[in-house]
């Protein structure tokens, strides 16, 4: 099993760098897991949202039709659906248990204004990690680190305490 984090634009927060550093190390004991980060758009400002979305879909299906067998897409989304740590872990191991080794999972964060619809019609499914908003660019080491709780609660591991 692969699990990739798809970004749009690099991180710039240098915290956040080192965390994700810190659980993309981890989350080697449990999968083989990238982060690939899609630059941002250059020269912007006369381009409305949706052009601007438009244009970051359309390297958005660019990168994910770099497989070789389709991946399963998941969007980090904010009308996506919300787990409990619990039962994310457990939604997690299905969806592996129905992918097996030669399957990859995309996790998709999309720039500041979400994603075109051509994204949500190439998506498998939506999660939400929080009814607030988030940063682009934090939600990468929330997830990150939600990834890394979920295989050490499937694993019986003690790092989640509930």
């Known amino acids: 099993m692969k699990i990739t984090l798809?970004?749009?634009g690099k991180t710039t927060f240098q915290f956040v760098e080192k965390g994700m550093a810190m659980y993309e190390?981890?989350?080697g004991h449990y999968?083989?897991?990238?982060?690939?980060?899609?630059?941002?758009?250059?020269?912007v400002s006369a381009l409305s949202k949706e052009k601007i979305k438009q244009k970051e879909g359309e390297l958005i299906i660019?990168?994910?039709?770099?497989?070789?067998?389709?991946p399963h897409v998941v969007l980090l989304d904010e009308r996506g659906e919300k787990f409990t740590s619990l039962k994310w872990a457990s939604h997690l191991q299905k969806r592996m248990n129905l992918s097996g080794?030669?399957?990859e999972i995309f996790f998709v964060i999309g720039g500041a204004y979400g994603f075109s619809e051509e994204v949500y019609a190439a998506a498998n499914e939506k999660l939400s990690?929080?009814?607030?908003?988030?940063s682009h660019q934090l939600v990468r080491l929330f997830f990150i680190e939600q990834l890394y709780r979920a295989f050490t609660?499937?694993?019986g591991e003690?790092?989640?305490h509930e």
């Open 153 to 155: 609660i499937m694993r």
């Open 25 to 27: 190390e981890r989350l």
């Open 6 to 8: 798809l970004c749009i």
């Open 101 to 103: 080794d030669a399957k």
């Open 31 to 43: 999968c083989r897991y990238s982060t690939v980060y899609i630059p941002d758009l250059k020269n």
């Open 158 to 160: 003690q790092y989640h």
């Open 129 to 134: 990690l929080s009814d607030m908003t988030v």
């Open 62 to 70: 660019k990168e994910l039709k770099k497989c070789r067998v389709a």
